[in-house]
């Protein structure tokens, strides 16, 4: 086992720390609105630049395929399953990702980090700050996101690459290498060519802070309630009238305070009404179920349609409907299935003088629907901080100690 416990070293052997400057600045924001695959044609234009690098570094079966999945094979020095390492190239729709200014901070000594607008990089807010004095940082100029999320991946997938066809030495299984689009629309899976592709495992690129891994993610239903009631005149309406809008709002008040998005953390699932919209005959309310627990999700579906059937008995005139369709599941219990990957993972961030942080995914991952799909697939830090916004920021060490796990558990899945 060759250890790598110098992140600094592994930027320097590497063009990573360049080629991340270069993805950010490629417009690559995702839209939900579109159909088209993939929803942006900023994404195509990176993924267009990221098949000329593969092909640059002389991978082979480099392919985009019409779905848009950027596919590469690094190949092995040792026999045994090929192993899949994947990132997303899509920026959050919620924010600018136009124009993206990268600036540098070199040997950050502590304190704020003001950018351009007023944004400011609160040091009381990022206690992670404080683990980087003495490093570089890499935020935008405060006008748009920076998109280490999800580029810090794309680059240490490229950056580790980079490093293994330079060190033939190592020993290493054959290596597949995917880049995704539309993955902050909850599109990124979609398709996925699980065959081509041919890995039996695989880790997602896509986490923050260093030591963040990711087995778990949210089990998530949508659900819509709707009511119907009696409409009237509301001058004659006394005794007739039935509000759909009263009932309904009777009803969403009845869910437990205690379990909304914002009186919840960590391992705690909720209820959240995302959407309303009718009129006094009839009234939908449109909500997202989330727990850890695939029965503890179930329980959230009976009670809406429990406190549905207490509607009716209160006033039989009501008609009220629920309906629960499933969206993603935990990877959790798959995972549990391979526990040696897990093992492994764990493993390789030791190997790096990292500390593990396995942390839940209060979200869904690609990797969650991927390893739903048959790749079994946790993921990795790839460092960066405050996603999807003006203050995201990234400590290049960060990087490379991303670099230095993967390194490690690729020789694990080598058998090293
Ligand atoms: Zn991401």
Redesign the pocket.
Known sequence: MHRFTDPHALLDQTTTLSRFLSYVQVETQSDAHSQARPSTPGQLVLLEQLRQEMLALGLVDVELTAGAFLLGTLPGNTDGPAFGLIA?VDT?PGCSGDGVSPQLHADYQGGDIELKDGVVILASENPELALCLGETLITADGTTLLGA??KA?VAIAMGVVEYLIAHPELPRPSLRIAFTPD??IGRGAHGFPYERFGATAAITL?GGFSGELNVETFNADAAWVRVTGVPTHPGTAKGKLVNAITWLARLIERLPADERPETTEGYQGFFHVTEVEGDATEATAQLILRDFDAEALAARGALLRALAGELITQEPRLRVTVSVEPSYRNMRPALERQPALVEQLLEATRLAEVEPRVLPIRGG??GAMLTAGGLPCPNVF?GGVN?HGPTEWICTRSLGESMAVVLHLVQLRAGA
Do not use: I, L, N, Q
Request: glycine share 8%; no cysteine.
């Open positions: 997303h959050a999320d999800d991946g993955e902050e896509d991952t690609d790839a996603f």
